[in-house]
């Protein structure tokens, strides 16, 4: 009232519209919240699945360590070798 300085009035027509309007508006915040939820599930899930995989190369890998270690000498020892027959 302040503003314009006159009276608006809210008609069966423009209550109609104003509820048509807010049914749009919900419909497509579902929308939005239900694409994200999913996104928020397949990264969940694919981070899951990611910490299995590094769980299984951590596992692997502390069985491989005197294999490595065994070969770190053995190529130090090459390496010894070779140049001594230099």
Do not use: C
């Not at 048509?20 to 996104?39: A, C, I, M, P």
């Not at 910490?51 to 010894?80: C, G, R, S, Y």
């Amino acid at each position: 009232w302040d503003s314009l300085r006159r009276r608006t009035y809210m008609t069966p027509t423009s209550y109609l519209e104003l509820i048509g309007l807010f049914v749009d508006l919900l419909g497509k915040k579902k929308g939005e919240l239900s694409t994200k939820l999913q996104r928020y599930t397949i990264g969940s899930k694919t981070l899951t699945e990611t910490q299995v995989v590094v769980d299984n190369l951590k596992a692997h890998i502390t069985k491989m360590q005197p294999t490595i270690e065994q070969a770190k000498k053995d190529t130090a020892e090459l390496i010894v070798k070779v140049d001594a027959d230099k």
